[in-house]
């Protein structure tokens, strides 16, 4: 190839750069107003997280298997009751939703809540590797009978627990 030819080629294709710059309008302002809520966050979930179905069935079981998670990796910023009191929250300053409020989850799939138990929101850490998927379900089924809602009497023939957590 003549170097007449390349710089040929490269006059081109920086044409081309240029008009494909010229091409790309100004995207319209979308930046959130006032009216962004405080909570839900507004976590990066996918839509294939958020879509995700709860295989841990709604039983008093999970619930209380949940509970007993709860009281020793959430209760110290999520409060005893769930009420977003706890005392680290409380010494760090931390702003926590109540999860006792209906409305605090109610837009929220299980997906959605296990994405999110999973990877953490800054400055909650993510519990994704350091328990089982099973223990993040039955997380989600306690957050949901701390907003009210009752689970079903267990059947008694739900699998056994695995409840080896890793140390941090
Ligand atoms: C270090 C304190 C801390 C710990 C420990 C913690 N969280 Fe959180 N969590 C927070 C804070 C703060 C938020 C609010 C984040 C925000 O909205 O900016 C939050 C938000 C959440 C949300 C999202 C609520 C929503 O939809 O906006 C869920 C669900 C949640 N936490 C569950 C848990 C569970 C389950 C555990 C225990 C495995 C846990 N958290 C442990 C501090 C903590």
Known sequence: MSSKTLLLILVLA???LWAQEKKEPEPPSTAPTATTPASPHP?????????????VKFTEVSV????????TQCALCHG?????????AEDMKLN???FTN?????????????AIIGAG?????????RMTEPQRW??????????????EKSSGKEPEENVILVPQ
């Open 80 to 88: 005893e009751k769930g009420d977003g009191k706890g005392e680290l």
């Open 64 to 71: 209380q298997r949940g509970k007993r998670i709860y009281n």
């Open 14 to 16: 920086a044409g081309c």
């Open 96 to 98: 926590v939703p109540d």
């Open 102 to 114: 209906p409305d605090t989850l109610k837009d929220r799939t299980d997906g959605e809540l296990f």
């Open 138 to 151: 039955n997380l989600v089924n306690y957050l949901r009978a701390l907003a009210g809602k009752a689970p």
């Open 121 to 129: 929101i800054d400055p909650m850490p993510g519990q994704a590797g």
């Open 43 to 55: 976590a990066t979930i996918s839509a294939e997280d958020k879509a995700r179905k709860n295989p």
